[in-house]
């Protein structure tokens, strides 16, 4: 499925930290790394320095991994010349980092970022990077909803970062209460809610279990974002990895957007993925 990776970097340390989870998903799967900075026409030479020496560690790491790997350097507006690339190459899977402009603006709004994960015709990755010294995680926690759209992909890459970095797998489910009785939200325990997962939630953990990755399920009623952050500290775990929010925009404003809650208060790494190919 990833047999292209290509990991945006730019003058930004994070940018380099979010292209080693794809360096070292790229040496696991054997697939070749694509190592891309973009230069904006009014970026001044330090930080395009900055950035030609990311690339230049980047590019050496991969190397010294025996990772197939090719650097791209250009100038321009980064999201059109990066899609170029993934049209020229076919790109499996691209990583970009997200920076304080998703967090300050409403996430998915007029940033690289949301250029990137809504206009690439292949996965995106957007990571945003907490903990800048530990790219290695052991517990990687994965928030599900019900319904769950390429489940296969989500799964399969849960799967090889589990297998690229020797982790385990925490899925985690916040269901809604199944009725309302005189205005009055029937809940159940977790036990209770567990006998009633969903088919696709079935799948996801089935397929965990096939490829032999280490995981544990737990379902926990009530507020979906408040419950992820929660969870994510209490448990201590590395790496959070979710899918990017299929929210409409009056949706988002009526019931909040749990992507943009977990980017902003995520006590850990924070994976959100943007699949594209079909199960």
């Known amino acids: 499925m990833y047999k292209k990776i290509l990991a945006a970097v730019n003058e930004r340390f994070n940018s380099e930290m979010t292209a080693r989870y794809a ?4 040496k696991h799967l054997n697939a070749k790394l694509y190592i891309c900075f973009i230069a904006d026409k009014g970026m001044v030479q330090h930080n ?11 590019f050496n790491e991969a190397l010294e ?14 999201v059109a010349e990066i899609g170029k690339i993934v049209h020229h190459e076919n790109i499996g899977i691209v990583f970009a980092s997200t920076g304080r402009e998703d967090i300050k603006k409403k996430f998915y709004t007029s940033t ?5 994960s809504l206009k690439l015709p292949c996965s995106v990755a957007l990571v945003r990077i907490v903990h800048s010294g530990r790219v290695h995680p052991k517990r990687i926690f994965v928030p599900v909803k019900a319904r769950i759209d390429h489940v296969m992909e989500r799964a399969t890459f849960v799967t090889h970062m589990a297998r690229a ?10 269901p809604k209460p199944i009725a309302k009785v005189f205005h009055r939200e029937i809940h159940l325990t977790p036990p209770e809610w567990e006998e009633r ?9 089935e397929y965990l279990k096939q490829n032999e990755i280490e995981h544990a399920g737990r379902f926990l009623p009530g ?7 929660i969870e994510a500290s209490a448990k201590q775990h590395d790496l959070i990895i979710m899918g990017a929010s299929e929210r409409g925009l009056w949706a988002s404003l009526l019931k909040g957007n749990p992507v943009k809650q977990v980017l902003r208060e995520t006590p850990c790494d924070l994976i959100i993925l943007k699949p594209r190919h079909e199960d």
Do not use: C, W, Y
């Open 23 to 26: 360096l070292n998903l790229a």
């Open 48 to 58: 395009r320095n900055a950035a030609e020496d990311a690339m230049q560690r980047l």
């Open 65 to 78: 991994l025996n990772i197939q790997a090719e650097s791209i350097a250009g100038m321009g507006d980064p």
């Open 112 to 116: 690289v970022a949301q250029n990137l």
């Open 165 to 174: 970095f020797g982790s385990k797998v925490f899925v985690f489910h916040t």
């Open 197 to 205: 997962i969903s088919d696709d939630i079935s799948h996801f953990m």
């Open 223 to 229: 507020k979906t974002a408040r419950n992820i952050t």
